[in-house]
């Protein structure tokens, strides 16, 4: 994949350009603020962005904030997030939009490589790729909500998994149960979710992510 990185530790940046080197990704540029990732991008036309959420000048949200412009300007360019925390407000207004080649991680799991390259080629094929804490916070940002209040235990453990872009095969093995056990939690809760006609795996993860915004 070609890919674009955007990382203000320099330490951090030059070991993610020399890991994806190593796994064969050509590595088109490395920045280390929001507007030179902007500039990148609209210079080199990467298949991957990765992006820290804080970034110069004032190292809040302007990564974040940059992902989004790039995915609302060039939906073909896949977007994974890496930060330290979860900044719920641009979070969910990313995986929102439209989950498609999009991912957050936190950046615990850069140390685990295994993770962040499976993160990254889901994200650059399409997929979509959540830490499980970033669902979490999520889930619980909206408990209030009364269609979540109806899912039994195993019907939200289903959703959490989903929600990190899991397959219903892999959601299975995780809960240690038939895949036929999560088909039946996967159309109970889109039942009581009211999303009993989305189809399609992608979609079905964007409609859930609308709800965890809600």
Excluded: W
């Excluded at 320099?10 to 902007?38: M, P, Q, S, Y």
């Excluded at 939906?75 to 719920?88: A, R």
């Excluded at 989903?162 to 036929?180: E, L, P, R």
């Amino acid at each position: 994949m070609r890919v674009i990185l955007a990382e203000d530790s320099t330490l951090l940046r030059e070991g993610l350009v020399r890991l994806l080197a190593e796994e064969g990704h050509e590595v088109l540029a490395a920045v280390g603020d929001a507007d030179a990732l902007v500039e990148a991008v609209d210079a080199c036309e990467p298949d991957v962005v990765v992006v820290d959420v804080r970034m110069p000048p004032t190292h809040t949200d302007e990564g974040l904030r940059a992902a989004l412009d790039i995915r609302r300007r060039r939906p073909e360019v896949k977007v994974l997030v890496l930060s330290q925390y979860v900044e719920k407000r641009y979070a969910t207004e990313l995986m929102s939009a439209n989950v498609e080649g999009v991912g957050y991680l936190l950046k615990d799991r850069v140390a685990q490589v295994g993770d962040f390259l499976d993160a990254l080629e889901r994200v650059g094929a399409g997929g979509a790729a959540f830490d499980p804490e970033v669902v979490r916070q999520l889930l619980a940002r909206t408990s209030h909500a009364d269609p979540l209040t109806r899912l039994t235990v195993r019907e939200r453990e289903t959703l959490e998994l989903m929600a990190q872009g899991m397959t219903n095969a892999s959601i299975a093995q995780a809960m240690h149960v038939s895949q036929s056990a999560v088909e039946k939690h996967v159309n109970a809760l889109f039942d009581k979710l009211e999303l009993s006609h989305t189809t399609g795996y992608s979609r079905r993860v964007l409609a859930v992510l609308h709800y965890l915004g809600s």
